[in-house]
Antibody, heavy 123, light 111 residues
Framework: QVQLLQSGAEVKKPGASVKVSCKAS????????LYWVRQAPGQGLEWMGL????????NVPQKFEDRVTMTSDTSTSTVFLEVSSLRSEDTAVYYC????????????????WGQGTPVTVSS | QSALTQPASVSGSPGQSITISCTGT?????????VSWYQQHPGTAPKLMIY???KRPSGVSNRFSGSKSGNTASLTILGLQAEDEADYYC???????????FGGGTKLTVL
């Protein structure tokens, strides 16, 4: 069965970086795009971008492009999200999700989600 | 402030029907049939309920349906059940910057 298993909770100080992993299993890794979505406490969902698991290229919205790096390791079927220069507003649960249509890159249709990784930014 | 506008809350009694609206612009909902809806229970990941405006993933009850008119998409739930109580989010492709935008979420209370 399809599973996305994310790394554990993180606590970071302002200005630091965090790297969250998402290990996929149960399907052909390089066939589907993977996405990152975050949710601040008590708030809604926010799209952070996508990673092309075939070629490793990423599509990150302008809001995050100077602080967010997305990478992919096909040998371990794992994608990574790194956020630098952390601030308190980055405190959120970070989710990875799989796009259900392998032929569509930028989409909001995600059929499988990871369990979420809480990241707390506090001095 | 979210790119797509949803009511903060809706409510209904068991057996009733409710509709949640999601208003965007011609840059997203109005010009693209890439609108999806998610259900989220507290402490869990979102679950895809509707995609491409009106399609239901396998396993999702046919009590859930989606539609779109102009810049507004809608999620309708027929025959409300206690288990439907959750937060619901709409989501759309946005063409002007090739990104994805979400609504602010709607809390559904089953009375």
């Amino acid at each position: 069965q399809v599973q996305l298993l994310q790394s554990g909770a993180e606590v970071k100080k302002p200005g630091a970086s965090v790297k969250v992993s998402c290990k996929a299993s149960g399907y052909t890794f390089a066939r589907y795009y993977l996405y990152w979505v975050r949710q601040a406490p008590g708030q809604g969902l926010e799209w952070m971008g996508l990673i092309n698991t075939r070629g490793g290229g990423a599509n990150v919205p302008q809001k995050f492009e100077d602080r967010v790096t997305m990478t992919s390791d096909t040998s371990t079927s794992t994608v990574f999200l790194e956020v630098s220069s952390l601030r308190s507003e980055d405190t959120a649960v970070y989710y990875c999700a799989r796009g259900q249509n392998p032929n569509m890159a930028v989409t909001g249709d995600y059929d499988y989600w990871g369990q979420g990784t809480p990241v707390t930014v506090s001095s | 402030q979210s790119a797509l506008t949803q009511p903060a809350s809706v409510s209904g009694s068991p057996g009733q029907s409710i509709t949640i609206s999601c208003t965007g612009t011609s840059s997203d909902v109005g010009n693209y049939n890439v609108v999806s809806w998610y259900q989220q229970h507290p402490g869990t990941a979102p679950k895809l309920m509707i995609y491409e405006v009106s399609k239901r993933p396998s396993g999702v009850s046919n009590r859930f349906s989606g539609s779109k008119s102009g810049n507004t998409a809608s999620l309708t739930i027929l025959g409300l059940q206690a288990e439907d109580e959750a937060d619901y989010y709409c989501c759309s492709y946005r063409g002007r910057d090739a990104s994805v935008v979400f609504g602010g979420g709607t809390k559904l209370t089953v009375l």
